[in-house]
């Protein structure tokens, strides 16, 4: 039986979802607390795991260990990298990278976990069709891309460190979990997809655009998962 995995790293990426579903249990592990229960009749553990990697993947083991969920899903807002993304658009990750790891010193490619077998960690096939079928249904006639996602402990809000990303890493859109998300679910051969609704362009646009759009971008993928998890 499928138990899926919904993390958003705040608040406002999960708090739509947490109050839709119907909550059995709550939880508390390293101050993220998981509400168990069924979205849409489909069992879900949806937690809130903070910004940045670290939060990120204990988040994954704890759901992982403790809850033994099938799949994981990641909803959230991401800074474009590419220029026909827009504000409120949504990325679905054919792959993930950390940006910010750099063992070139040691013959790496940029952003490759040293002693690891990939660079991008792959999203799940299936949960990428089901997503792709599930926005059309979410978000009639909004633009919604498979693409790459590129990850970093860093708010991108400039213009050069956004062009050496696209030159470096030909990704789509910027944001803080999901690389730590796709690492850790591919350590524990969980099939994964992250889903970004853009909330800025990652330049020095950002901070004003991201507090205007965030929870409207937040949105978009709040009503996607709703959809997806009852394709799965
Ligand atoms: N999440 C949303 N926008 C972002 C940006 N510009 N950089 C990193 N994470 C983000």
Redesign the pocket.
């Known amino acids: 039986m499928n138990k899926i995995g919904i993390i958003g790293a705040m608040e406002l990426e999960v708090d739509t979802l947490k109050a839709r579903m119907s909550v059995t249990a709550r939880t508390t592990r390293a101050g993220m607390e998981f509400f168990e229960g069924t979205l849409g009749g489909v069992p879900v553990v949806i937690v809130r795991c903070g910004i940045g990697k670290v939060n990120a993947a204990i988040c994954v083991q704890i759901l992982a260990d403790l809850f033994q969920v099938t799949h994981v899903i990641n909803t959230g807002?991401?800074?474009s990298l590419n220029a026909a993304l827009d504000i409120g658009d949504i990325v679905i990750s054919r792959d993930v990278i950390h940006h910010d790891m750099d063992v070139r010193v040691f013959g790496y490619p940029l952003g490759q976990v040293p002693q690891l077998d990939t660079l991008a960690f792959p999203g799940d096939e299936t949960l990428i069709r089901l997503a792709m079928d599930s926005c059309e249904e979410a978000n009639p006639g909004l633009h919604t891309a498979v693409g790459r996602i590129v990850s970093g402990d860093?708010?991108?809000?400039d213009k050069e460190i956004k062009n050496r990303l696209i030159t470096e890493f030909h990704a789509d859109c910027?944001?803080?979990e999901g690389a730590a998300i796709a690492h850790a679910a591919y350590l524990n051969g969980l099939p994964f997809v992250i889903i970004r609704a853009i909330?800025?362009k990652?330049d020095d646009s950002?901070e004003m655009d991201?507090p205007a759009f965030e929870r409207e971008a937040a949105g978009h993928c709040a009503r996607l998962v709703e959809v997806l998890v009852k394709k799965i």
Do not use: L
């Open positions: 807002v991401a800074g860093q708010f991108i809000s910027t944001e803080m909330s800025d990652a950002a991201y």
